[in-house]
């Protein structure tokens, strides 16, 4: 028996046992999470969703959280100058191994959804499972107090010129709140923010 289900906007056929390599997913390495966007059961009497297959679901278990292989980008721009840029990119995947597949009671089995990494994690609740933990109240502030505190002891990254408001936010969330951390970054393999050697440098001076 086979099952072709959607996730991260495309599709896989598979079968009890395979592993699989799709768009990151909001998990852990060991624990079991369910597709319930099936689109085809295959086997000795196949059904068709339309477009998904009511009550059906694929159930795998996390192998490992990886990335792809690198993926080079060269332009180079004729008459400006002999412009050239390259760009590596290397895509964030889940490794899985498929365990079995519900030909029905996909709500009842307790086995939570399995969510692309930019969902909310608290969303990934299991089908038929209890309530939900009640959400934090929102914060109604506004103006200068509902800017997001720098932590204690973070230096004004906005001070190396190139660096708004936008990106030193983005170096925070990603641990970068001192000169010194941005000084120990490495450009090529930084991922959270383009850094600019330029800055590197200018966070070395300012560190001392």
């Known amino acids: 028996m086979f099952a072709v289900l959607k996730t ?21 390495a060991g624990e079991k999470v369910q597709f319930n966007e099936i689109l085809m059961l295959g ?12 009550g059906a679901a694929v159930q795998a278990e996390i192998v490992d959280q990886i990335k792809g ?7 180079r721009r004729r008459r400006k ?39 909310v994690p608290a969303a990934a609740a299991a089908p038929g499972a ?21 932590p204690a002891g973070a230096d004004d990254l906005k ?9 030193e936010k983005k170096l925070n969330a990603a641990g970068i709140t001192t000169y010194a951390q941005l000084a120990e970054v490495d450009a090529a393999t930084f991922d959270a923010v383009k850094v600019k050697p330029e800055w590197i440098e200018n966070a070395r001076e300012m560190a001392k």
Do not use: C, M, W
């Not at 001070?159 to 990106?167: E, M, Q, S, T, W």
């Open 159 to 167: 001070a190396i010129a190139g660096i708004g408001p936008a990106v």
């Open 81 to 119: 100058h002999s412009s050239k840029r390259t760009k590596g990119h290397r895509q964030q995947l889940t490794l899985l191994k498929v365990t079995g597949i519900l030909e029905n009671g996909a709500e009842t089995s307790g086995v939570k959804a399995a969510l692309g990494a930019g969902s």
């Open 43 to 54: 086997g000795d009497a196949p059904v068709i969703g339309t477009p998904f297959v009511a």
């Open 69 to 75: 292989d690198k993926v080079i980008h060269f332009v």
């Open 8 to 28: 991260g906007g495309k599709q896989y056929k598979v079968q009890p046992g395979d592993t699989l390599r799709v768009e990151k997913l909001a998990a852990d």
């Open 130 to 150: 209890g309530k939900a933990p009640k959400a934090a109240k929102p914060s109604t502030a506004t103006g200068p107090e509902a800017a997001a505190k720098a």
